[in-house]
Nanobody, 125 residues
């Protein structure tokens, strides 16, 4: 069974950093584009970042550009989301996702085939 397992969430103060990890199990995702989405209470799930299988292309949502960095280590079958200068509005459940294909719109949820259960990030002001 394919699973994406997120970790690294927690409670932090505004202005600090967190690093989320996503470690797929059940298969290798080295040929997949990996993405991060987040969902705050009462809001739609929104795109945060994505990275293509080789790491050659990265995409970011406007609200996290210059603060968040997505990376991957295919040897470890792991993708990371480094979150710096966290703001209270970054608080949400963060989801890891994997999608396969070329020319897909990686900003869209529908482009992804597998999803994790999410990890909670809380940012206090």
């Amino acid at each position: 069974q394919v699973q994406l397992v997120e970790s690294g969430g927690g409670l932090v103060q505004a202005g600090t950093s967190l690093r989320l990890s996503c470690a797929p199990s059940g298969r290798t995702f080295s040929s997949y584009t990996m993405g991060w989405f987040r969902q705050a209470p009462g809001k739609e799930r929104e795109f945060v970042a994505a990275i293509t299988w080789s790491g050659g292309r990265k995409y970011y949502g406007d609200s996290v550009k210059a603060r968040f960095t997505i990376s991957r280590d295919n040897a470890k079958n792991t993708v990371y989301l480094q979150m710096n200068s966290l703001k209270p509005e970054d608080a949400a459940v963060y989801y890891c996702a994997a999608g396969w294909g070329y020319g897909s719109n990686w900003f869209e949820r529908s482009s992804y085939d597998y999803w994790g259960q999410g990890t909670q990030v809380t940012v206090s002001s």
